[in-house]
Nanobody, 116 residues
């Protein structure tokens, strides 16, 4: 069983930045593929970014490329999502997801609101 706890969300003005964190339980964090998803009110959950196990390759949704950066610290069992140049369209509940042994594990999420 993998438990995930997200943090770092909040209210930010357009053009601002936030860094989300997701800390995972377990001794094999470096073996997890990690992803961030988001869900806006009335919309389906959508992929945001991913990073492969052991700091492997990363990928991004087109809508966040060049603005968001995913990274991981396997010593701290934590994955990060650095979000720059935030837009009102980025407003959503952001979820961390771990993929391990063909299972998906989800955190409770953290709210990001971009508004002036």
């Amino acid at each position: 069983q993998v438990q995930l706890v997200e943090s770092g969300g909040g209210l930010v003005q357009p053009g601002g930045s936030l860094r989300l964190s997701c800390t995972a339980s377990g001794r094999t964090f470096s073996s997890y593929d990690m992803r961030w998803y988001r869900q806006a009110p009335g919309k389906e959950r959508e992929f945001v970014a991913s990073i492969r196990e052991r700091g492997g390759s990363s990928s991004y949704a087109e809508s966040v490329k060049g603005r968001f950066t995913i990274s991981r610290d396997d010593v701290k069992n934590t994955v990060y999502l650095q979000m720059n140049s935030l837009e009102p369209e980025d407003t959503a509940h952001y979820y961390c997801c771990a993929i391990f042994a063909l299972n998906l594990y989800w955190g409770q999420g953290t709210q990001v609101t971009v508004s002036s």
